[in-house]
């Protein structure tokens, strides 16, 4: 069974046809909300921002690009609460394969109509 033809132009992406992050916040959540929250742990993504090298720039990083902003537990589905522990990462100038520690196969994709 293949994927939905009508999304392979998304599948397609590549990174000329995206705006691309230069800074992203991330911050560390944990799923305490509820009595029955899970109690999961770990880094979630806050906000991403691209340079904008708009004149009329307050900061250099304000244009604030579309990215997962539910912070829903990935175990449980729960609300999360993002904790005050925040780091903020800027973008690499090398971008290429050996920049990655992890290498992976990717295999041929099936469509279906």
């Known amino acids: 069974m293949g994927f939905p033809r009508k999304w392979k132009h998304l599948i397609e992406t590549s990174l000329e046809d995206l705006e691309t992050?230069?800074?992203?916040?991330?911050?560390?959540?944990?799923?305490?909300?509820?009595?029955?929250?899970?109690?999961?742990?770990?880094?979630?993504?806050?906000?991403?921002?691209?340079?904008?090298?708009?004149?009329?720039?307050?900061?250099?990083?304000?244009?604030?690009?579309?990215?997962d902003s539910e912070y829903k537990c990935p175990n449980c589905g729960r609300d999360l609460f993002r904790t005050d522990t925040r780091m903020i990462f800027e973008k690499s100038t090398d971008q290429g394969p050996a920049a990655m520690p992890v290498e992976f196969e990717c295999l041929p994709i099936e469509w279906d109509d």
């Open 21 to 67: 992050p230069d800074r992203l916040f991330v911050v560390y959540g944990v799923c305490v909300a509820e009595k029955d929250s899970c109690g999961w742990k770990g880094w979630i993504l806050e906000s991403v921002y691209k340079k904008s090298n708009s004149k009329h720039s307050i900061t250099d990083y304000d244009l604030l690009l579309e990215s």
